[in-house]
Structure formats: C-alpha cells, structure tokens
C-alpha cells in the first residue's frame, strides 16, 4: 500500500511486514526515514531539521538521501553524475511533485539549472514483503547531455557492524558464498565483463548476526546482468549505505534532446525473521511474477556425452535412450552448425552442417518427437569466430578499437549487437531456425567477456539491453519458445535475466558433491525452479571425483532435473535407477519447484547437509552424508515451517511412521546413513 502525506510531505510504502518511508525535508530533499519492521503509524516518523555538524561535515552529508546527486557540498556515493555541454557538472535537484498509479509511486524531481527531469520510481508489492526502485534520468533540454553515474537507488540501514554476504568464484566454480564484516571504508563488488556475473553476483545480503530463521537482513538484487556495481558503506554518521546500479567503471551515456536513461530495477525487502523468509519472499515473487507457471521438463542434454562430435544418427540413438529413461525435452548442444568442430570455427555462421546432419536437423527433430519429447538447441547468438564467414563478411561488426587487434578468448570475438544490423542479423538467424523446425527450446550461451569494447562507453549497458531485446523480439513471434541463459555455466543469473530467460544452467560443474555447495548458495537468492542441474558421469569429467548413482540424482533432483550423462554407455542396473529416480523427481517436482526452500542444519550432526521443501500439505527433507567418519552417527533434524497442529506421514529410509508437526519441528526426524555419498529423500504428507 502508498500512503502519501501531503501535508507532511511524506510517502510510505507500507508491504505485508515492512515499512519504507521518506519525505522531502527543510531543504526540499528527498530524506529518508525509515526502512525495516512494520510501523502501523509513519506518521510517527519525524523529519527533523538538521545542522552541519560542523563546517567540514555539511548538512548534505548528514542527510539521509534517497538519491544523492552530484553537486554542491556532497562527498558521499553519488547515484547521479552528470555533465553538461559549457562543461557545468553540479546538479541541485528540487522536489517536483508525485504521481501515484496503482502500486507505483513515482517522486518527480527538476534540476534547479538543468533542464533535467529526475523520476525515481517505487513498486511495492505489498504480498511479498518488497519494494523495487530505480530510477529514470529525462534530458528535457535542446542540448545533449552526458551521464556519467547513474545508480538505481540508494539504501540507507540504520545499523553499523553489519555483515555483507556475497557469492565469488569463476568457471566451474561458480557461487563460492562469502561473509564480510563491514566497517569504516567500503566494499565494492561488481561486475566490469558485460556478459557475466561469475565473479561476484548483482545482490547484497547486510545482517546483524542473522542466521537461517533470526535476525535483521536486508537484502537486494538487480534485476540486470552485466556491468553491475554495488558499494556498501558504513558511515561516520552511524548508518550502512548501500548503492546498486550501473557500473560506473568505463560508463557514459548520452543523453540527445528530450532522451531518457533509465537505471536497472532493484528489488528490496527486509527479513526480521533471518534468511529463510528473504529467500522465500525472492522466490515466491520470481516464481508468481516473473517466471512461466509450468512445470520444468525434465531434459537431456549431449553435451558432456558428445562434445562438439555431434551427428544425426548418435543424437537419434541418444534422443530414443533418453525418452526410454523419461525425459521430456532434448537438447542439441554445440557443434550441429557451420565448420564447428571445436572452439575454434563456426559461431556466426548458423547453417547446419550437412556433414554432421546430412539431411538437415528435421530427421533428428522428428526421431525426437517420435519419441514423445520436444527438441532444444544450443546456439552462441552474441558471438563469431575469426575464421567464420560471417567474420570474413563483416570484420566490422565485432566491439574494436581501430588501430587496436582485438583479443579473441575461448577462439571468438563478441559481435556489436547494439548495431541495427547485427541485431537484425540475429534475429533472423533465430526466424530461419524457428520456421524450418519445430524448435521448443534454445539454450543461448555466452562464452566470453567483452573487450575493445568501441568508443561508446554506453555499450556495456547497451549490450545487455540488446540481449534483453532480441529475447522478447523472439518471444513475441514464439511465446511458446523457451529460454536458457547460459553463460560458462552460471554466469548469466541474475534477476536480468530471469525477468526475460525461463531456464538457467547453474554451473558447468557438474560434480554432484560441489554442487551441493553451489545449489545452497544459489538458494539464497533465486527461486530452485531457476536452478537446472543435470546427472552426469562418474568419475566426473571436471573433479574426476566418482559418486554413486543415487547421490548424483538426489542432488541433481535438488532443482530442475536435468540428464547430462552418456546415457548410451550406462549399465542395465544404472538404467534401472535412472528410469526409477526420473520418474521420482516427476512425482515430487511440483513440491521442489513450486515449494518453499529451507536450508537446514542437522541438530546432532554437522557432517550431513538437509534442506527441506514445503509445498501446501506436502514436504520433502533431502539428506546427504558425503563421507561417513568415526562412530558413523546418525542425525536428527528439526523441520520447519510445518502445521504444528497437523498430523503427517513420514516414510524414513522405508519406514512408515505419523507424527506431528509440532514434535517434527520442535523434536525433529532422526535418521542414520552408511557409507560415503549416502543420501535420501523423505517424504512427508499431511494426513486428516
Ligand atoms: C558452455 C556451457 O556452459 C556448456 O553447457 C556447453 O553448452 C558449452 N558452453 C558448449 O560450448
């Protein structure tokens, strides 16, 4: 709900447990108030006048901004930087009046030299406890105008000694979740690449020393990939800012008479109640308002199987083992087009090799329907190898300095698809693709980051922004297509991406063991129906580490069930499991995707990892023991989120037992697993 005090000159975003409030104060800036647990009355909130604490600490710099500019005695994060054609940089903005739409408040602000219009705009979705802010920049001018900075919005926690709590990492080791202590000074994490998001991902948990179910957290994602910046700071004021945005890391925009530029969304909540409940308000949201409400298909993938040695007959053998086994979508990975024979030659050149698919991809196409499945296909749109065609046709349209040789890594280049041309050139890569076959599914992959990245600043943004736009082109044309960002793995996930992809691949290590790591992590902030991970090989082609089949599944079956073996090369006891463990995960899907996700840590035993889903009258608790050590002990776990009054059925390692929720919770569910890489799914139901 947006309650507006006009006399009082305050507006509050008002969501199920929280309140977000600010006014504009004696100086006719936009002051915050309060951000935190719910304050029924906010106009109990004062907006008191300030002084300068003294000549070298001025009121601005006291003053809690929701969207400092620069200009004038103000030396904290700026969220707006700008120039101007005489060379002017200050900007002094002015509270211009609000407009409110349904759960939209926008606060309008004017610069008071500058024909510059300010809007900074709030969502609050009241059910799920968040709020999203960002903000737009309109040149309301006749000159052209530069943005140097521009950051969605600025926090302001009323806290200090927090905790922040990132993810870091790098190919195959995506997700590595980390915890720093804040002080004086400041943290930065960002991302300077344009394509991916391996290294640090765009969001920030602050707490005061929260754990799973207590504490304050506050939190925030962007919902864009690529050159993302967030800095936390602790002032010497007493509070935490945050900021999140535009890297302004080689940025500018500019701004032609009457143009706008509009900063990425960033979705904000507070927890009370520890990070369960900011997971579950993320989740919940993506899941009932930005994601597709159908089941994930459980799919097979060729890739570890086959490499770039693709051909029609191998993927037909392996499409009709993997429907035999239960999946319900194939997909064709890399290698089907051009001269692709490795990472060296092909991308850009989207042709079917007639070599590997003699008679094009409709017989492999057909054999896979046939079989009862749908059929996907990998392809690389933003990229072209050197020795291509499409390279030797337009050398120009690849990010490149003139007289500079650009830097190919993984053997390509990254095309400029910010050009008209380029953009129509992929779009009608995907037109043939998506006429000619009958194409459920594409992976688009993302190898490499950007450089030489041109003399427009403005291309990292850009660049994004383009991949949004040629998704949404191609969906508009087939809404029923769907999509998978992928880039090295899990570098595109992000709440960007997720507004415009349907699938993601979480990390090309497939290592069941690692994952468990990097699906926990993920969990914190996005949704497990976002969450693909395949059953692979043992030994893995990565860790080389051999796992047993059943701990591969389980926790494969942790998110989007996906096959990724060489199914061809399996035994027939392995078969046997693979049919079972499928059709497992098909019964128990609706709970693991649409359910809520608890992190759970064993009562008895640190050394096993539980995690729990919750679905309206159902429940599943997975437990994994990686390495059984001295006294082999079993564990007790204490459930959460269960009807204390309820009865329900729980099956533990095969056997049947009623019990309540308030003894599954308060008591928990005892357990005991033998050997290394034991694990288990239990299940549990409500009974009348
Ligand atoms: C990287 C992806 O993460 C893999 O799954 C696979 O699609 C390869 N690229 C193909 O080149």
């Known amino acids: ?44 909130l004062e907006c008191e006048s300030l002084n300068e604490v003294s000549t070298n600490d001025p009121v601005n710099e006291i003053t809690m901004e929701e969207f400092p500019v620069y200009g004038g005695l103000l030396y904290k994060q700026h969220c707006l930087k700008m120039k101007f054609e005489n060379g002017d940089r200050g900007l002094y903005y002015k509270y211009d009046g609000y407009t409110v739409e349904d ?38 001018g006749d000159k052209k105008v530069t943005v140097e900075q521009l950051q969605s919005a600025q926090l302001h926690i009323p806290k200090t000694d927090l905790t922040f709590s990132n993810v870091h990492g790098y190919w195959g080791a995506e997700q590595k979740k980390f915890e720093q202590q804040v002080s004086y000074g400041k943290i930065l994490i960002e991302c300077r690449r344009g394509i991916s998001t391996h290294h640090h991902n765009p969001y920030f948990i602050l707490h005061d020393q929260a754990n799973e179910d207590q504490g304050d957290v506050f939190f925030g994602a962007l919902r864009m990939s690529g050159n993302f910046r967030g800095v936390i700071e602790q002032t010497q004021y007493g509070e935490t800012l945050v900021q999140m945005g535009l890297n302004s890391h080689d940025f500018e925009a500019s701004l032609e008479a009457g143009a706008s530029i509009e900063s990425p969304v960033l979705i904000i909540g507070y927890s009370g109640s520890g990070f369960a409940k900011m997971s579950h308000d993320l989740h919940r949201f ?19 199987a086959t490499e770039f040695k693709v051909n ?12 035999e086994l239960g999946a319900e979508l194939f997909v064709l990975d890399d290698g089907w087009f051009g001269e692709r024979d490795g990472i060296n030659n092909g991308l850009g050149d989207w042709y079917v090799n007639d070599e590997k698919f003699p008679n094009g991809l409709n017989p492999l196409i057909d054999a896979v329907k046939g079989e009862g499945m749908k059929f996907g296909i990998w392809v690389e749109p933003e990229m072209v190898n050197p020795l291509s065609q499409l390279y030797k046709d337009h050398p120009e349209w690849i990010y490149h300095f003139d007289e500079v040789v650009s830097d190919t890594s993984r053997g390509q ?70 999509f998978e960002a992928c880039a090295s793995g899990g570098g595109r996930i992000d709440y960007g991406a997720l507004t415009y992809f349907d699938d ?45 089949i059943r701990f591969r599944f389980h926790s494969a079956m942790m998110g989007t069930l996906g096959i990724g073996s060489h ?84 099956v533990v ?26 694990s288990e799914i239990i299940k549990l139901k409500k009974t009348k």
Not at 28 to 40: A, T, V
Not at 286 to 304: C, G, H, P, Q
Not at 312 to 323: F, H, M, R, V
Not at 654 to 678: H, P, Q, T
């Open 567 to 650: 199914i061809l090369k399996i035994s027939a006891e392995e078969e046997v499991v693979y049919k079972e463990m499928i059709q497992e995960y098909k019964d128990i899907r609706h709970i693991v995707q649409e359910g809520d996700f608890y992190r759970l840590e064993p009562v008895t035993s640190n050394k096993y990892h539980a995690f729990q889903y919750n679905y309206v009258d159902e429940s599943l608790l997975y437990v994994f023991l990686p390495q059984t050590y001295i006294g082999h002990e079993g564990a007790r776990v204490k459930l959460k989120g269960l009807d204390a009054q309820a009865r329900y059925e729980i």
């Open 1 to 44: 709900m947006i309650l507006v005090n006009e006399a009082r000159k305050q507006f509050t975003l008002q969501t199920k447990g929280t309140t977000y409030s600010f006014c504009v104060d004696n100086e006719g800036l936009l002051r915050h108030l309060y951000w935190g647990k719910k304050i029924e009355h906010a106009e109990d």
């Open 504 to 548: 993601f691949w979480t990390s090309d290590n497939t290592d069941a063991y690692d994952r468990l790591t990097i699906q926990n992590s993920y969990s914190y902030i996005y949704p497990i129906k976002a969450m693909r991970a395949w059953v692979t090989d043992s030994p893995n082609f990565l860790s080389k580490r051999e796992i047993p």
């Open 413 to 482: 280049y990254v095309l400029n698809i910010t050009l008209p041309e380029v953009k129509y050139y992929i779009l009608t890569m995907f037109k043939e693709l998506l006429e000619k076959h009958d194409i459920s599914y594409i992976k688009w992959d993302a190898n490499r980051p950007i450089s030489q990245s041109s003399n427009n600043k403005q291309i990292w943004h850009d660049h994004i922004l383009a991949v949004y736009d040629i998704v949404e082109k191609v969906k508009s044309q087939y809404p029923d297509v769907i």
């Open 286 to 304: 993506a899941r009932e308002t930005i994601m597709k409400s159908d089941e994930k298909m459980v799919l097979y993938n060729s890739w570890e």
């Open 653 to 678: 390692c095969g056997e049947k037992s009623i019990k309540s929720g308030a003894y599954l919770m308060n008591y928990g569910v005892k357990f005991k697993l033998v050997g290394d890489y034991a």
């Open 312 to 323: 029609c007959e191998d993927q037909i053998e392996l499409a009709k083992k993997a429907a």
């Open 103 to 140: 759960n939209k408040l926008t606060i309008h602000l004017k610069d008071k030299y500058h024909p510059i219009a300010i809007d900074l705009v709030y969502l609050c979705h009241e059910e799920y406890d968040l709020v999203e802010r960002n903000s737009v920049i309109h040149n309301q």
